[in-house]
């Protein structure tokens, strides 16, 4: 069929299958690069490059395929994205895009240029300035390293000189900067839509939970104040103006106690936090990345039910995949799975996730979470 | 992955796709048979048997490969199918139930058996038996195959001796039956599902719309009185206890000037009527389809939206598949599109379809109708 034209997708894991599952209907094709076949995208019929992400030649293959290339994380080569971009298939988010936030440091100093709120925060060039630093942030701070760090790698929350002097031994010759430790109540993110046309599009505001640096649970709306709630949804368009590129963005902030809204970190990308619009909303955020890249007029936005809850299934064990106790689970109201098709399962890796949608947000969580505890993966 | 299994499915056209988009996310394999490959359910990540649906070698290999096996069709070897089940690889819907659909007229006997009002109908033997029941059925009538019709086919309608002389002519040696002619105000259908532990669960009864015989537009909700609703409500669980196997059903029916809801005819399988239920309820009828095969709890079948409309994109010409205008869809407010992925493209085949949901069902439908006059296929 001719028309809608290909989608390339660098990452193939579960956000590219989750696009893929969005842009068949719209009549897209869709190859992916994946460094192991069989990958979440292929399983639901995306053609596959098997390749590392990093890897040039698969990268330019991309391309060659692909009328519209886009990403499914933000660990690459913007370099090489940028060649394919000049070379006349468009790339969105852009390698510059994509480049700024992959330095987070700059990511930083971009949303402060912009007016964006921001905790405080400065580069750690040796021990000295670092000690400085930490007497300005009030003797807690967490070093970060610039590039790279996801999940809460790459981070470490510091309290003295020898804090310091750990931090800077692990993460060796890696550039690095600190930050100020926001004293947030909640933790908020908003997924924000903009398309090449420059339309934009925000989602709810929610509340994003995490255990060991890892999101695990999201509530859909955010239980904040309507002025909270205007305060990020008024960031969150502003940040995707400040990108300037085409996509779906995940906007993660800081709510603190009297009721400032900062920036936390930007994902260049659909996020984690988003993967509720899928039943909850009228347009779900992957296939708001395809209109978004594609060029298609953005859908709407709204939420079909009133709460809903996304939990995640992470893999409890090392092991071959065997998901145990989805009748239990189905059998709880409201309550809807998508397993990713991974193998084997690891501790922490995420293997899956719930969606629980209910009148209220209380009645949401509390199905969430009993139906999380009948799975075995 | 193991843990769900695989699903096997005789066909693998656009019914065979949404199943199979359906299957995936609970974590299910998927295999269909088509008879040529590329099909709209393989470009989703169902694997593909090329054969036509009445090989008994490919439907072996489909139950050597498939934990459930189900249909998206009717028009197949029941007894195939049989012999499957008996070796070991539940079927459902069952051949028994498959076998007593297929038979036009043997299902309306199984109806009026189980007191399920129908039109008044009987067999036709010959000519002379035809032009008795012309009299009796008041001067016009609808001649049946017994077999095989589809989309108006097989069927024709009768005023006098000389058309029932054509009609005798025109299908030959079929086994025909006749139909007294409902003068109904509305088309209705309700889908059905019933889970192989017996869980019976109906959908929102909608009002179905048709052009030369296809099934054009459903509205959802049916605008009919409480009385209607539950009358036909009530019809579909029956209906689903006296097939007695498992999957998800569509029940269509006529409403009389009287407020009388008569069944016309059923299909054992997905049906065109319950697409709209992907957008506009908690469960789709295709994931309600693989649940209830797979002997899981079946999902909430309630609305979350006011209102839906649902129309086909029925192919317009023939020649390769050229989609255009998808656009000017998606600019319209709560409208989506779902393309088979289908080519060539021919008169009246099903390409696509739209959905537009809305607070009322009028600005629904005026958005589906307004999102289907963009579409050129």
């Known amino acids: 069929m001719q028309g809608a034209g290909t989608i390339g997708i660098v990452g193939g894991g579960q ?51 692909a009328d519209h290339v886009t990403i499914e994380i933000e660990h690459l080569d913007a370099k090489a994205l940028e060649t394919i971009s000049k070379k006349g298939t468009p790339v969105n988010p852009s390698a510059s895009t994509i480049q700024l936030i992959q330095d987070k440091f700059l990511q930083k100093q971009a949303l402060k240029a912009w007016h964006i709120p921001v905790s405080d925060f400065d580069a750690v060039i040796n021990e000295d300035s670092a000690v400085k630093l930490l007497k300005r942030f009030g003797g807690k701070m967490i070093i970060k390293t610039r590039h790279g760090g996801y999940d809460g790698r790459g981070n470490m929350v510091v309290m003295s000189k020898s804090d310091i002097q750990k931090a800077l031994k692990l993460f060796g010759d890696r550039q690095l900067y600190a930050e100020a430790i926001v004293p947030f109540t909640e933790e908020l993110a908003v997924m924000v839509a903009r398309s090449v046309t420059g339309q934009v599009a925000t989602y709810p505001v929610v509340e994003t939970i995490h255990k060991r640096n890892i999101c695990i649970e999201v509530l859909v709306p955010a239980p904040v104040s309507p002025v909270v709630r205007r305060k990020a949804e008024k960031i969150a368009t502003k940040v995707a103006d400040l990108l300037g590129s085409a996509g779906t963005f995940g906007i993660e902030m800081f709510l603190t106690k009297n009721g400032k809204v900062l920036v936390n970190e930007i994902a260049p990308r659909v996020h984690n936090s988003g993967h509720y619009t899928v039943v909850a909303n009228r347009t779900s ?40 106790g989805i009748d239990e689970v189905l059998k709880i109201p409201g309550v809807s799975i998508h397993l990713y098709g991974k193998s084997p399962t690891k501790i922490d890796r995420k293997m899956g996730h719930i969606t629980a949608t209910s009148r209220t947000l209380q009645q949401a969580r509390k199905n969430a979470r009993n139906a999380r505890k009948k799975v075995v993966i």
Chains 1, 2 share one sequence.
């Open 285 to 324: 955020q992957f296939e708001q990345h395809i209109r978004a890249i594609a060029g298609l007029p953005l859908g709407d936005t709204s939420l079909v039910v009133p709460a809903a809850v996304m939990i995640n299934i992470l893999g409890e064990r090392d092991g071959p995949t065997l998901a145990e």
């Open 15 to 65: 956000l590219g299958r989750m696009l893929t599952l969005a842009a068949k209907p719209l009549g897209f094709h869709v190859v992916v690069i994946n460094p192991s076949p069989n990958s979440p995208a292929a399983q639901v019929g995306a053609e596959e490059i098997v390749a590392d992400l990093y890897d040039p030649k698969a990268l330019r293959e991309l391309a060659k395929r």
